[in-house]
C-alpha cells in the first residue's frame, strides 16, 4: 500500500504504530511558507532545536508568489507612514480590523495585532526584508513600480471611513513591479536556515503522530520514503489553506467555486487542515474566501458603477476590489455590468480581454443591448448622475473624489457576468487557534502539543468582505512567529 493511503492526513497516527523514530527535534514545523519560515526564525531563536517539512523542492510557498504587501500600521504609524504624513492610531488600527474580520472577528487577535504592528514591521526589516519607504498615491491592487506604501484595503471607503480615520497601510516588498513575495521569502528562508533550522525539502507530512491526546510527531514522506519524525516540544502547522483541494472547496467552500483561478503556490491542498481535524480541532469560518474581481487599475474605472440585472447599483464601487467582487458573486443569476462612459473608459490591467457586452450613444441603447426591462438601467443612471454632479451618493455613499457623472458617449458596460471574468479566490476558513497559535478543540481547550498559523489556521483575515491586501502575509508573518515562540516554550505578545 502506498504511504499516502497507509498515512492519510484526517486519520492520525497512534505511537504504537511508530515502530522507531528516524528523526527527532524540539519543534517540527510543517510548511516553509511564510507562516513557517517566521515560526521556524522565533523557535531558533528562542533555543529550540527546529526541523522543518516543505513538500517542495524550495521554500517560500503562496507568499513567494506574492505581492509582498504586508498590512502593518497603528503605534501612531510606521516610519514610512509618518514620513508621508500620515498617523495611525491603534484605535483606528483596530477599529479597521475589527471591521474587516467581519461578524466573527476575533477582538483579542486583533487587538494584539493592531498593538504590535509597529514592531512586527521593524523586525521583518531586522530580518533583512528591504522596503523602499516611498509612497505610491491612487489605486493599486500592487505597484507597477518600486515604491512600498499604499492604499491597499478599504480604508477611506465607506463604512470604514465612518468607523476608523483611514491610513494607507499596505507596506510592500521593494520590488520593481508585481511579485515582491520572491524577495520577502527569500530573506525569511535564509534567515531560519542560517539561525540553524534543519529544511527538509521534497519532503511531505503525511499525519499527526499522537499519544494520549497529545502530538508528539509526524510521518512523513521524503524522497519517496516513509519516516517518523518525533517533536518534543510541538508540530507546528503551516501547510497554507484549501484552495487546491475541489473536494473541500466544493463542501466548505462552493462560492469560491465561481473563481477560476486559485490564488496559490499550488499547495494548499488543506493537508494541514485536515490533521488538525484528525486529532480534534474545530474549524472556523471554513465557508469564507479571499476573492477578487481585479476591475482597476486604470482607477478611471472606478468611477464607473457595477448593476445587476434588475439594472440596480449594489456597492460603492472605490471599495476594495475583493469586497467589490464579494458583492458581484452574489447578484442575482450571476448577472453584473461595469457601465463606463467614454472619458473613464479603460481595460483592466488584469484581463484586458474583458467582454464588453453593450456600447451605445445612449444609456437606453446600452440597456436594450443588455436586455434590460425598459427603463431600468436609464433610471439608475440617471439617478447616480443628477446626485454625482452634486458630490453626493446617498444610495452606496462612494467618496466625492470617485463620482463623476457618466455623460460622455459611446457608453458601454464591461461583463462581470458569470463566466465572462476571471475571479481569482484563495481559503480563509481553518483550524481554531488562540493568538499564540495553540489549535484548539471543539471546546475551545488546547490540544497539547499542536500549533497552526497562515492559512492553516482562522487567522486575523476571516471574512472575505473584508479582507484588504497585505492582511494574509501580517498575519502569516505575525502569529507564525507568536506560534514558534510558543512551541518553543516562549512567551508571547
Ligand atoms: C499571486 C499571489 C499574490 C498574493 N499577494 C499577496 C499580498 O501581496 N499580500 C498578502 O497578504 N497576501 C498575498 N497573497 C496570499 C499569500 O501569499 C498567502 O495567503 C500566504 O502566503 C499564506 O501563508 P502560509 O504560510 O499560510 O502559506 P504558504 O506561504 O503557501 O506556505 C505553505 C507551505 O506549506 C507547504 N506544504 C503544504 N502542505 C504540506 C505538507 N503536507 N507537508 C509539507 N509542506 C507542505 C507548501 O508547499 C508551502 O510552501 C498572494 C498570493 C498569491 C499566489
Known amino acids: 500500500m502506498s504511504a499516502e493511503k497507509r498515512f492519510t492526513p484526517a486519520r492520525a497516527c497512534s505511537l504504537d504504530q511508530v515502530p522507531h523514530w528516524d528523526l527527532e527535534t524540539d519543534v517540527l514545523v510543517v510548511g516553509f511558507g511564510a507562516a513557517g519560515a517566521c515560526a521556524a526564525i522565533e ?35 510606521t516610519d514610512v507612514q509618518r514620513e508621508h504624513g500620515f498617523v495611525d492610531s491603534t484605535e483606528d488600527l ?39 519607504g516611498t509612497y505610491l498615491p491612487g489605486k493599486w491592487i500592487e505597484p507597477p513600480t518600486d515604491d512600498t506604501l499604499l492604499w491597499s484595503g478599504n480604508e477611506k471607503a465607506w463604512p470604514y471611513v465612518e468607523k476608523a480615520n483611514p491610513a494607507p497601510r499596505g507596506h510592500t516588498v ?14 525569511l528562508c535564509e534567515r531560519a536556515v542560517q539561525l540553524g533550522a534543519d529544511v527538509h525539502y521534497n519532503t511531505r507530512a503525511l499525519t499527526l503522530v499522537v499519544d494520549a ?20 516540544r510541538g508540530v507546528i502547522l503551516c501547510a497554507g489553506g484549501f484552495i487546491c ?46 476573492a477578487t474581481l481585479p476591475f482597476f487599475p486604470p482607477e478611471s474605472l472606478v468611477k464607473g458603477i457595477f448593476i445587476n440585472g434588475r439594472g440596480q447599483r449594489f456597492i460603492n464601487e472605490d471599495s476594495y476590489h475583493g469586497r467589490v467582487a464579494h458583492y458581484v458573486l452574489r447578484q442575482p443569476d450571476g448577472r453584473a455590468w461595469l457601465l463606463v462612459d467614454n472619458e473613464i473608459f479603460g481595460r483592466p490591467v488584469i ?40 458630490g453626493n451618493d446617498p444610495y452606496f455613499h462612494k467618496a466625492a473624489e470617485w463620482l463623476r457623472p457618466l455623460t460622455e458617449p459611446p457608453f458601454a458596460a464591461l461583463s462581470y457576468c458569470k463566466g465572462d471574468f476571471q475571479g481569482h479566490a484563495f481559503t480563509l476558513g481553518g483550524l481554531a487557534t488562540r493568538p499564540s497559535g495553540e489549535v484548539l478543540d471543539a471546546d475551545g481547550q488546547p490540544i497539547p502539543g499542536l500549533f497552526a498559523a497562515g492559512r492553516t489556521a482562522c ?11 497585505g492582511l494574509s ?8 512567529r507568536q506560534a514558534g515562540r510558543k512551541a518553543a516554550g516562549q512567551s508571547v505578545v
Not at 464588453?356 to 437606453?364: D, F, M, P, S
Not at 427603463?375 to 443612471?381: E, K, R
Request: net charge negative; glycine share 16%.
Open 43 to 77: 523557535a531558533r531563536q528562542a533555543g529550540a532545536e527546529v526541523l522543518v517539512l516543505e513538500v517542495a523542492a524550495a521554500g517560500g510557498g503562496s507568499a513567494s508568489l506574492s505581492g509582498g504587501e504586508v498590512y502593518v500600521g497603528g503605534s501612531g504609524g
Open 94 to 132: 483596530q477599529q479597521y480590523l475589527l471591521m474587516a474580520g467581519g461578524p466573527a472577528a476575533d477582538a483579542e487577535r486583533v487587538a494584539i495585532y493592531a498593538g504590535n504592528g509597529v514592531s512586527h514591521f521593524n523586525w521583518l526589516r531586522e530580518q533583512g526584508v528591504p522596503f523602499k
Open 174 to 187: 521593494q520590488f520593481t513591479g508585481w511579485g515582491g513575495g520572491k524577495v520577502l521569502m527569500q530573506v
Open 213 to 232: 491526546g497529545q502530538v508528539i510527531g509526524a510521518v512523513v514522506r521524503e524522497e519517496g520514503v516513509v519516516r517518523f519524525v518525533r517533536a518534543r
Open 245 to 290: 483541494n475541489s473536494e473541500m472547496v466544493k463542501r466548505f467552500v462552493p462560492a469560491a467555486l465561481d473563481c477560476e483561478l486559485p490564488v496559490t503556490g499550488g499547495n494548499d491542498d488543506g493537508s494541514g487542515i485536515r490533521m488538525g481535524i484528525s486529532v480534534g480541532a474545530a474549524t472556523l469560518n471554513m465557508q469564507e474566501f479571499f
Open 351 to 390: 484581463q484586458e480581454d474583458i467582454q464588453i457586452a453593450a456600447v451605445g450613444e445612449t444609456w437606453a441603447e446600452v440597456e436594450r443591448e443588455l436586455g434590460l426591462p425598459e427603463g431600468a438601467l436609464v433610471h439608475t443612471v440617471e439617478e447616480f448622475n443628477r446626485l454625482a454632479s452634486t
Open 459 to 469: 487567522g486575523l483575515p476571516r471574512w472575505g468582505e473584508g479582507y484588504s491586501s
Open 473 to 480: 502575509l501580517g498575519d502569516s508573518t505575525f502569529f507564525g
